[in-house]
């Protein structure tokens, strides 16, 4: 079965500096898609960044890069510059060919002025 | 114009009523689910539709029962509510088989259970 684990339920980063998040995953399929979604007090499910598991080049949008590592199942995403706006919890995700998702745990992002 | 949207946004009930929840989207998406996001913020998945049909169904109880009239609806109704059904739901769709798996989320149900 396919598990996520993000292993740091909180963390903390100062305003402006950069912060990364950890993810790890198990299956043992080739073709699949990691994706970071982010969760504000808002509660809206924001996606970040999506990386296709056939892509070696990293995915990067703006202020926000991931570090995909295959042969290791490490998908961590890193958040330059960040700013007050980030603060929310971070879900890794994973998706498998028949479409089916699994979440991580989340990781709990403040940020400090 | 709201991509995923679900009604409503917050429902508070007494234990032993039934109610239901009301998703709609205009992605035209062929595949729709629903996720259970717990006090922990623990998000599971407990169902999937394709093209109105039933694709994942999670270990829920089988007081959860999804609708899918069409493929841009997924109703879930919920009978004999307990405490523990307190919870956010979520609603999300995403096109089978796309380049991008991309899965859309609705603003989530906020369900509390007296």
């Known amino acids: 079965a396919q598990t996520v684990t993000q292993s740091q339920p909180e963390m903390s980063v100062q305003e402006a500096e950069t912060v990364t998040l950890s993810c790890t995953y198990d299956t043992s399929e080739s073709d699949y898609y990691l994706f970071w979604y982010k969760q504000p007090p808002s509660r809206q499910m924001i996606l970040v960044i999506r990386?296709?598991?056939?892509?070696?080049q990293n995915a990067t949008e703006n202020r926000f890069s991931v570090n995909f590592q295959k042969a290791a199942k490490s998908f961590s995403l890193k958040i330059s510059d960040s700013q007050l706006g980030d603060a929310a919890m971070y879900f890794c995700a994973f998706v498998n060919r028949d479409d089916k998702i699994i979440f991580g745990k989340g990781t709990r992002l403040h940020i400090l002025p | 114009d709201t991509a995923v949207s679900q009604t409503p946004k917050y429902l508070v009930t007494q234990m032993g009523n039934d109610k239901s929840i009301k998703c709609e989207q205009n992605l035209g998406h062929d595949t729709m689910y629903w996720y259970k996001q717990d006090s922990k913020k623990f998000l599971k998945i407990m169902f999937s539709?394709?093209?109105?049909?039933?694709?994942i169904n999670e270990t829920v109880p089988n007081r959860f029962s999804p609708k899918s009239p069409d493929k841009a609806h997924l109703n879930l109704h919920i009978n004999s509510l307990e405490l523990g059904d307190s919870a956010v739901y979520f609603c999300?769709?995403?096109?089978?088989?796309?380049?991008?798996?991309?899965?859309?989320f609705g603003p989530g149900t906020r369900l509390t259970v007296t």
């Open positions: 990386q296709e598991a056939y892509k070696q």
């Open positions: 999300a769709s995403s096109q089978v088989g796309g380049h991008d798996r991309e899965q859309y």
């Open positions: 539709y394709n093209n109105k049909e039933l694709i």
